[in-house]
DNA sequence: CGCAGGCGTGAAGAAGGCGTGAAGACGCCC
DNA sequence: GGGCGTCTTCACGCCTTCTTCACGCCTGCG
């Protein structure tokens, strides 16, 4: 059983390899959100601990991260109490939060209750690949015949909005609300600024499309197959 | 979404239905961890919170019992902080334990935590097969022996309205609120013309159907047999 | 046998959405 | 403060889609 801890204080760390590693749990540690992304990637744990006071990138983005590719069980280890923290973190995929100091035997308890749920395996590709396509998700890295395709923030949320759906018929309200945010939903025109960058990064044509298509009054629709 | 109280306090359980109500969710509450069993099986709850201080029951004994019948998301509510207490819970089978006081903010978002993974079982969508044709409603795409078809937004509403009601006589007023809305009824002009480019389009022929009947005066009729 | 209504067929006008290209506004880093 | 990358907005021409109409056929009825 893989446990992946996230954590920037080397103490830390230290004691929950000890505590987990005498549990039974092969433990890997990281230090920062970024490695943490790239080892959940990698290593493929089955249950990720997550500080959330790291100080390279925000806990929440770090929850995001992961779970645009991995539906991993993650518990977040935190310092910080307040409601807005805890709903935040939940809301952006955790699990379970968890407030320091924390005794050991709840934490294992909550990690036993994370991984009972989580029964099944998940099949979710860290990397879709389309073709001469590929899309990291761990690194928010986009690669085109092995070339790095330079995309804008808001380019590469529309593009894994679109491929981690593939086939799938997105609407104009659901795209916008994702990529870019709430409160956002009719502005279409956004949507087709950025369909068109992505499709002349991405070397797609509008009129014969191979990866996005154009469903005319309803939204657009990731038709690559996934091939790797 | 319906959720189970179960708590031996009556202003516990009066503040917990307000604020779960004002968010939609549908509220059953009891008082004693007997009824919380009897409950959790007739009503079907799909989340439950739990209170460990109930007076005729221990709450690892509830969760047991309710575990033995059913995977529904248990929330332990609890005023005592003791570890042991935790993790007898967590290992009966909860999901989830908060200590109160806790705040309502919090609790809901633990909440939906848990339901997001119950859920997180793909809400499996059927996909009504028809011989060579296959109507995929959760991406709305409509294959025909395995090309896919474009319709437009009209005429897949139209095609979902009936593939989806089988050897169903839908009639012309029916088959218009459905597809085009509360203020249509009469229009049947557009039927016919929409039935026509479907039937162009799935390769169907007026003068002798295989998929759409029309009922003259009535209305129309799928008669494709499902296969799938 | 003639008629009327409903249906299938074909087509065309109109409205709105889309792709395209570009330019201004904004924020950020140096 | 300046420069750059990114986001937002606009105008234009084209194309899809919706809506409407006309015509011929069939069916049922008187």
Request: glycine content about 10%; overall charge negative; aromatic content about 6%.
């Amino acid at each position: 059983m893989k446990v992946l801890v996230v954590d920037d204080e080397p103490q830390i760390r230290r004691a929950l390899r000890t505590s987990l590693e005498a549990h039974g749990y092969e433990v890997a540690t990281v230090g920062t959100g970024d490695e943490g992304v790239v080892a959940a990637a990698g290593a493929r744990p089955e249950l990720i601990l997550l500080d959330l006071g790291l100080p390279d990138m925000d806990g929440t983005e770090v929850i995001r991260r992961i779970r645009a590719f991995s539906e991993v069980p993650i518990i977040v280890l935190s310092v910080r109490e307040s409601q807005a923290d805890k709903v935040a973190a939940l809301d952006a995929g955790a699990d379970d939060y968890v407030t320091k100091p924390f005794g050991i035997e709840e934490l294992l308890a909550r990690s036993r209750a994370a991984l009972r749920r989580r029964g099944g395996e998940e099949p979710t590709t860290p990397t879709p690949t389309f073709g001469a396509l590929q899309v990291d998700l761990a690194k928010q890295l986009v690669t085109l015949d092995g070339e790095p395709v330079h995309l804008t923030p808001t380019e590469y949320g529309l593009l894994e909005a679109l491929a981690t759906n593939p086939g799938k018929l997105l609407t104009h309200q659901w795209l916008l609300r994702r990529v870019w945010g709430q409160g956002y939903g009719t502005e279409t025109t956004y949507l087709r600024t950025y369909i068109r960058t992505l499709r002349k990064k991405l070397g797609d044509d509008a009129s014969a499309p191979a990866l996005i298509v154009t469903e005319p009054g309803v939204g657009y629709r990731w038709i690559a197959e996934p091939s790797g």
